[in-house]
């Protein structure tokens, strides 16, 4: 029983820490393998030009794992949702409450993390990760097919193309790397 209320009030306080690092300051975001500012912009409420200023970027379609975004969006969702928990949060069953909006919030960054995980994937398979790279009638990054990029090879259109072509072909990345791993192509 000691265990127990130790580990819920330890999940309760990294909780608290979370939901004050969230109001606080405006969000920081790491860029992953094969993170566009594109989606982070949707995945965080804002523009790609709030992004971009906020982080003097001189071209949008060049950011590097592991470098650090502020982002300015409207968070707000998250945020209330995190602090209405954190304010109700004098008792044990409050805590339970934040543990399991912890955990889904876990899984749906997993399955956001898989699908660029594959997706970083497939790219430092086919091209290393180079926009530039050419293999005969194969372009950029996902090596397409020249015809698929109607002669507009930026990284924007070759992600665009290339999310376009996977979400049709195989429904995700991760189903596309499956097919690749048993193909050696996909």
Do not use: C
């Not at 091209?127 to 507009?152: E, F, P």
């Amino acid at each position: 029983m000691k265990i127990k209320n130790a580990l819920l009030s330890t999940a309760a306080a990294t909780a608290s820490l979370f939901a004050i690092g969230a109001t606080a300051q405006a969000a920081t975001v790491t860029v992953k393998a094969g993170d566009t500012v594109s989606q982070i912009s949707l995945d965080h409420n804002t523009t790609v030009d709030a992004i971009q200023q906020a982080n003097h970027l001189k071209d949008v379609n060049l950011i590097l794992v592991g470098q650090q975004l502020e982002v300015n969006g409207d968070d707000s969702a998250t945020t209330t949702t995190t602090t209405t928990t954190t304010t109700t949060q004098t008792s044990q069953p409050a805590a339970k409450t934040t543990t399991q909006q912890s955990t889904s919030s876990t899984s749906n960054y997993s399955n956001n993390s898989s699908e660029s995980a594959a997706k970083a994937w497939i790219a430092n398979k086919e091209s290393g990760g180079s926009y530039s790279a050419r293999n005969g009638q194969y372009i950029g990054k996902y090596q397409l097919s020249a015809s698929y990029l109607n002669g507009d090879y930026s990284a924007a259109n070759q992600e665009r193309v290339a999310n376009n072509y996977v979400a049709s072909r195989y429904g995700s990345w991760a189903n596309a790397k499956s097919h690749w791993l048993a193909n050696n192509w996909y």
